[in-house]
């Protein structure tokens, strides 16, 4: 039975899902795929699957936020799904990194409203250690400079942290800020699938430099390395049966 918004049966997905904010890159990562099939567009969250090197995948759109990402998670994890890597976007905090550069999230800060209705704000949002492991041997060997690290995800985009408290974050040694790994990583915990997540920076949030005019293709390959790093561990991970 097809579920609320993700209009497909538990036969069309995979039980190793990358996620993704964005639906062209869904697109984009289900072109590197054989046989790829759309098997989901309702609400333009994208939903293919097809074989990446052999192993069946799913790559699967959660849109922007907390609450559409909890949806989309839920939903997948009635479907099948078992492993899931976020594959998005984010911004530096720390000041040693920019555009292009990579970070994979051991754990976030829950400055989100969604995940406060699955479990009380004491209860660490941490990225799998199976997956998390996978991820870091998987990064050393596509991009030898991948960082890895602490994140924050929170919900509103167009109002910043003060001063302070981005002092606090840099001092902390907090890596990047998005808007969905900490959501992730809960209702992964509390439906007991795994969850990792990797980010491609489009800039540095503590620089006040973030999609600077003329760094699109440094973003575009700290992408490209992103959904590589997902794609390979997601590979391994389906290859030895982890789930």
């Known amino acids: 039975m097809a579920e609320f918004h993700l209009k497909c049966e538990k036969g069309d997905i995979s039980e190793y899902v990358m996620l993704v904010g964005n639906p062209q890159r869904a697109k984009k990562v289900s072109e590197l795929f054989k046989d790829a099939k759309l098997v989901n567009e309702n609400r333009d969250l994208f939903v293919y699957t097809g074989f990446y090197k052999g192993e069946r995948l799913t790559v699967a759109t959660t849109g922007m936020g907390a609450p559409s990402t909890a949806i989309v998670l839920e939903e997948l994890v009635n ?27 051991t754990g976030s800060v829950r400055d989100d409203g969604t995940t406060k209705m699955y479990l009380k704000e004491t209860f660490p949002a941490v990225a799998d250690f199976d997956v998390l492991r996978t991820m870091v041997e998987t990064a050393k060997e596509i991009k030898k400079d991948t960082a890895y690290g602490v994140v924050i995800s929170e919900d509103a985009f167009y109002i910043p942290y003060s001063k302070e408290e981005m002092n606090l974050f840099v ?4 890596k990047a800020i998005e808007m969905e790994s900490g959501c992730v990583f809960i209702v ?18 503590t620089l006040n430099k973030i999609k600077v005019e003329g760094t699109e293709n440094i973003y575009k390959k700290g992408e490209e390395a992103a959904i590589k790093i997902g794609l390979e561990s997601l590979l391994r991970l389906s290859k030895a049966g982890i789930k």
Do not use: C, E
């Open 79 to 105: 479907l099948g799904g078992k492993v899931f890597i976020r594959v998005g976007s984010a911004g530096g905090i720390d000041p040693k990194l920019n555009v292009g550069d990579v970070v994979i999230a």
């Open 171 to 174: 001092k902390s040694n907090v």
């Open 188 to 205: 992964a915990q509390y439906r007991g699938v795994k969850a990792g997540a990797v980010f491609a920076l489009d800039g540095n949030v």
